[in-house]
């Protein structure tokens, strides 16, 4: 990291260290599911300056606890982001829901965007839930399987998807749409804020609804850049083994 190199993809940045993520986000720079472009293309299509934001990556606070999650490994990172994110999202639906529900009766009437806000936020609650059910019964268990018998020797058999790459990319997929969704709902918010706004379950509910994109944003980094490219990589190995 000491040396510049502006040709290092934004998701390697934040996979390295997570607290880079502000620095980018920041410059609405997108290290999730933009996580492949380089810091040299990121800047030049915001006009800025590279080496200036290379000083400030450099700077990230050393204050904050520093979780390196590549140091997990991968069953063990797998085990955390069901553990962690997918049970954050099943235990936050419920609550934000209906904080939702009492907003657009309370303050419908007077911010016209509610009822788009509702809408979006449930149907990417049933996209997510889906989603995760896809990656808690098809690709997690495979992966955490192959994991293990490539590092006891054991045999197991190719997956009926013939290849990783074939769930990885529709998932994939899929958080493209979940960010893009949740991207409008900050949008239209005008990003949770609040000063004009005195009631309660206004501030309750986009605190929450914040809490909630973020969450978001660093489930699917440990996912599109940490835990899909390990997969990548160790599938290629595991399929030239004898089956
Ligand atoms: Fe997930
Ligand atoms: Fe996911």
Redesign the pocket.
Known sequence: MKNQNFDISVGELVADDYRRADVLGGYEIDYSCGGTVTLEEACKERGLNPAEIWVELLKVSEFEPYIDYKSFGPTKLIQH?VDVHHEYVRNSVIPLRAYLEKLLRTEGDKHPELPEVRELFFQLCDH?FK??EK?EMILFPYLKAMYGAMDRGYPLSMPYFSHVDIPICE?ED??RT?MDSFDKIRRLSRNFSTHNHSSRTFKVAYAMLDEFGQNLRL??HL??NIIFPEARKAFEEFALRPH
């Open positions: 982001v997510l989603h995760m990656e998932l899929n958080h979940q489930h699917i996912e599109n």
